[in-house]
């Protein structure tokens, strides 16, 4: 239709790094997730959580389960290991109960965090 042929009706989604995933607050979900763009979680999710740009975890937001992510920005609670491959930021209302893995992190006065922090930078 329109000038195209037969051959081209599909379509390949094309990879925008604007895009992102948003879960709700109010919504549960039991799964382990892959993200390739960003993610804004207001809900819960028990499971893990690999995301490949920005994790951003709303005050409301809540993770049981390890999370790996190139940002992460916490303001909600996650209750396992986090690994940052970027960085990651602890806002005032984070709570964070497990091991956390960095190349750069930054914790604001009020966040809770207990667990192991390891630097992953080279300081070669």
Same mark, same amino acid.
């Given at each position: 239709?329109?000038?195209? /042929?037969?051959?081209?009706?599909?379509?390949? @989604?094309?990879?925008?790094?604007?895009?992102?995933?948003?879960?709700?607050?109010?919504?549960?979900? #039991?799964? #382990?997730?892959?993200?390739?763009?960003?993610?804004?979680?207001?809900?819960?999710?028990?499971?893990?959580?690999?995301?490949?740009?920005?994790?951003?975890?709303? @005050?409301?937001?809540?993770?049981?389960?390890?999370?790996?992510?190139?940002?992460?920005?916490?303001?909600?609670?996650?209750?396992?290991?986090?690994?940052?491959?970027?960085?990651?930021?602890?806002?005032?209302?984070?709570?964070?109960?497990?091991?956390?893995?960095?190349?750069?992190?930054?914790?604001?006065?009020?966040?809770?965090?207990?667990?192991?922090?390891?630097?992953?930078?080279?300081? /070669?």
């Amino acid at each position: 239709m329109f000038g195209k /042929n037969a051959s081209d009706t599909t379509t390949t @989604p094309q990879k925008v790094s604007s895009d992102v995933c948003n879960v709700a607050q109010g919504t549960t979900i #039991t799964a #382990t997730i892959k993200v390739e763009s960003n993610m804004r979680l207001e809900g819960t999710i028990i499971g893990d959580i690999t995301c490949h740009g920005r994790l951003v975890l709303a @005050p409301s937001g809540f993770i049981e389960g390890n999370v790996i992510s190139k940002h992460i920005l916490c303001e909600g609670k996650i209750k396992g290991d986090i690994v940052a491959q970027q960085n990651i930021h602890l806002f005032s209302t984070a709570v964070i109960e497990g091991n956390i893995k960095y190349p750069s992190m930054q914790m604001d006065t009020g966040a809770v965090f207990n667990g192991q922090a390891i630097c992953t930078k080279n300081t /070669n």
